[in-house]
């Protein structure tokens, strides 16, 4: 059987059950050996994080904890340039080699942005493109992106298997309405986060005090 890897970027900042969730799903899902959670040192799509490479790194690993099939990876954060996710999975592609199935995880709203990514017409011959559906999702699909699903898209996980990348498949999770924004928009009022976030995750930002005015 072929080693199967998915991979879940993300600022993570702060990370939180709605991200944790959504890992435990896809590996239990899609049956993979291992999921990593790779946080993005400098995120081109976003604002500048709140919390440095280091404490977002530190918060994902106490989040994780001794998670079995969750581990971390901190490979983009040991770059000096932008994070491009075509470079991690490149990257990630010569370390393990060309027969694991690499899975890249997508939220809806990340996918249909994809057309802006930095060389993203390479993604696919990279991974497949595993995408989390929202129920309350509204963003229209750009047509490169309706001709791509039409062409890779598939609805067994099985298949997916059987070739180390090329596909589109679209899950459903459990809706959680959590956020990292919200987060740390209580946190700067002075109000508690607690039980949107594993309870290590909260005790370093009380101690570090991030995302306070």
């Known amino acids: 059987m072929k080693r199967k890897i998915g991979l879940l970027g993300g600022t993570f900042d702060p990370v939180h059950f709605g991200h ?3 890992a435990v799903e896809v590996r239990e899902q899609l049956q993979l050996d291992e999921l990593r959670l790779i946080p993005n040192a400098r995120p081109p799509h976003r604002e500048v994080p709140g919390a440095s490479a280091d404490q977002r790194l530190a918060m994902v690993q106490l989040a994780v904890g001794e998670s079995s099939g969750l581990r971390v990876d901190d490979c983009e954060l040991r770059r000096t340039k932008p994070s491009y996710t075509v470079d991690t999975l490149e990257k990630l592609r010569a370390e393990l080699g060309s027969e694991v199935v690499l899975f890249m ?17 390479e993604l696919l011959s990279l991974a497949h493109i595993v995408v989390l559906q929202r129920p309350d999702y509204d963003l229209d699909v750009p047509e490169v992106l309706k001709d791509l699903l039409a062409a890779r898209s598939v609805d067994n996980p099985e298949r997916l298997a059987q070739a180390s990348c090329g596909y589109i498949i679209c ?17 700067g009022s002075g109000a508690s986060p607690r039980f949107l976030l594993p309870d290590a995750v909260l005790d370093y930002i009380e101690t570090e005090g991030l995302y306070r005015p």
């Open 20 to 22: 944790l969730r959504s």
């Open 171 to 187: 899950l459903s999770q459990t809706p959680l309405a959590i956020s990292a924004t919200h987060i740390r928009g209580l946190v």
């Open 105 to 121: 995880v997508l939220g809806w709203d990340a996918f249909c942005g994809l057309p802006s990514w930095h060389r993203w017409e």
